[in-house]
Each structure stands twice: as C-alpha cells, then as structure tokens.
C-alpha cells in the first residue's frame, strides 16, 4: 500500500480516524474528506444566503427565498468540486474536467431541486416554531428586537437548510462516489 502524502493539516487527521475502521479505511477517508470539503461548501453557501437575505434579496417572498438558497447553493457546487477534484478524489482524473464537472452539477442540480422543495415547504412552519426560542440569541445582538414576518422566515430559512444539506450531502456523496468519480479504485491510498 502506498503511503498517503500529507498535503494540509487535515490529512493526518482524516487518516489516522479512517484507519481504524479496517478494509473500508479508504472509503472511510474519502467520506471524511468528502464531508470536510461540504463543510467549507456549506459556509460558502450559507455566507451567501445570508448576504443576499440581508442585502439584495430579503425573504419578502418564497422566490426569494428560493433565489436566495439556489445562488448559495451554486456558489457551493463550484466550490466543493474543485475541492473533490484535487482532494478528495484526486486519483480520479481519467475522465476529463469537463465530464466529471457535468457529472457533479447534473447530481448537484438533483439535490438542488430536493433542497430548494424541503427548504420551501418547511421554511414558514420552522421558523414560526423556532423563532420564539432564537430570540434571546436575536436579543443579545439585537436588543429591544420584535418579532416579525421577515425574522421569523430567516430563522426558518436557516433551519430547513441545516436539514436541507444532511439529505443532500448523502445523497451527493454516494452518488458522486459511485457515479462520478466511480474511476478511482475501492481500497488502494493514493499519492498526491
């Protein structure tokens, strides 16, 4: 077996809590560092959100909502592929970029479309649900803060996106693996 180079400070880490899980070590791995780069997707597209909601694209609306969620969310995908490209699945590239980044959106759009309809649908009754228990945190930052339509659809809004990115990021990640970068081999570590 050839040894990992460790490239950032998460690989030895990644590494290290992969190899305890036996012949799937490297299935393992790839699910850690998979889950690492939606991480950092998942603050791309949640700065992104919550910019747009606070600036050009207040959830006055359900298209907006929806608008604001699917740019983030876009933002996102370039991201996390170029991040799954060269460190996730960096023994991955016998397909072209292009193929694979085909690949990536078509399964990213399905998981869109999933997002964007649980996201519409839970939205109004999350936020109606928790907005009385997220206003003493609004009230640190905010005092004197009311109640309103809009508060309560952004605390929604980000509730039904933090259960939104749990099904999609299953969804993306095995079918990604088995679809996308289905070239890289099932058990052999790879040298960057």
Not at 135 to 161: C, D, M, N, Q
Request: glycine share 6%; proline share 4%; net charge positive.
């Amino acid at each position: 077996m050839t040894r990992l180079v460790h490239n950032n400070p998460l690989d030895r880490a990644i590494v290290a809590l992969a190899s305890r899980s036996g012949a799937r070590a490297r299935e393992v791995e790839r699910f850690l560092r998979f889950s690492v780069v939606g991480v950092i997707g998942a603050v791309v597209d949640l700065g992104t959100l919550t910019l747009l909601q606070a600036t050009l694209l207040p959830p006055t609306s359900d298209f907006r909502v929806q608008l604001a969620t699917g740019t983030g969310f876009i933002v996102a995908v370039f991201n996390n592929f170029l991040w799954n490209r060269y460190w996730t699945y960096p023994d991955s590239r016998s397909r072209s970029v292009r193929r694979q980044l085909a690949q990536f959106t078509l399964v990213n759009a399905v998981g869109l479309a999933v997002r964007t309809t649980l996201i519409s649908v839970t939205y109004a009754s999350l936020g109606k649900l928790l907005l009385p228990a997220a206003l003493p945190l609004i009230r640190f930052w905010r005092p004197g803060h009311e109640p309103s339509y809009t508060a309560e659809a952004k605390v929604g809004t980000i509730a039904a996106w933090v259960i939104a990115v749990i099904v999609v990021m299953l969804w993306n990640f095995f079918v990604n693996r088995y679809w996308t970068y289905s070239d890289v081999d099932h058990g052999a570590r790879h040298r960057d």
